[in-house]
């Protein structure tokens, strides 16, 4: 069973807000990611990291930014939420040699 | 390129059926292949994986095998139960960097 949290499990907020879904994993793993899950299901990565001190754009561009501190913390911010920002959003982490991605229960965010 | 293509749902079937939802890929290298499961509200969990040709990977009655020579993963059991009802991705992870490739999704409806 993997260990990996989301915070909050769902968000609705009004445009303009600051908003910062959470991330954390107790496994160690030193590469976490953050995809996006439009309402088709299908998944868009926005951002990588392969350890502290270490952040990549995905191939989905999106307007949000992460940072890595803390082996174990990989926030997602937004400055100026949108309602083009409205859909669930999976965050993953993997061991550094191996290949298996274990998911969190993914933040629902709704901008009005 | 890597890419991942799996068959459009819905899939509606009855319980007691048999299931296969298709999975063909495109890869450089030797990836490892994957099919996660995503119930309704939640984020995705690892239900089966192969990590070399020929290799056939099972989890839960469900089963997929790794051929190369028609590049395809597909995912198949033999008698499906309401509680399988959920949404399966393909996906294949290329060894350089550890970087997923998802399919885009299959929802599977199972009826009474």
């Known amino acids: 069973e993997a260990d990996i949290y989301q915070t909050p499990r769902y968000l609705v907020i009004g445009t303009g807000k600051k908003i910062t879904l959470e991330c954390s994993q107790t496994m160690g793993h030193d590469k976490m990611y953050w995809y996006q899950q439009d309402p088709g299901m299908e998944l868009h990565l926005i951002h990588y990291?392969?350890?502290?001190?270490?952040?990549e754009k995905g191939d989905l561009s999106s307007e949000s930014t992460v940072s890595r501190i803390r082996t174990e913390h990989f926030p997602l911010t937004l400055e100026s939420a949108r309602p083009s920002h409205t859909s669930q959003y999976l965050c993953a982490s993997s061991e550094s040699a191996g290949n298996i991605q274990y998911f969190g229960a993914g933040t629902r965010l709704s901008v009005l | 390129g890597n890419s991942v293509t799996q068959m459009e749902g819905p899939v509606t079937l009855s319980e007691e059926a048999f299931l296969t939802i298709n999975c063909t890929y495109t890869a450089t290298g030797y990836p490892s292949l994957f099919w996660y499961v995503q119930y309704p509200g939640e984020g995705l969990q690892l239900l089966l994986k192969a990590t070399k040709a020929d290799d056939k990977g099972s989890n839960k009655g469900f089963e997929a095998t790794y051929r190369k020579e028609t590049t395809s993963f597909h995912l198949e059991k033999g008698s499906v139960q309401v509680s399988d009802s959920a949404v399966y991705f393909c996906a294949l992870s290329a060894r350089i960097f550890n970087k997923f490739y998802f399919g885009s999704g299959t929802k599977l409806n199972v009826k009474p």
């Open positions: 990291s392969y350890g502290v001190n270490s952040t």
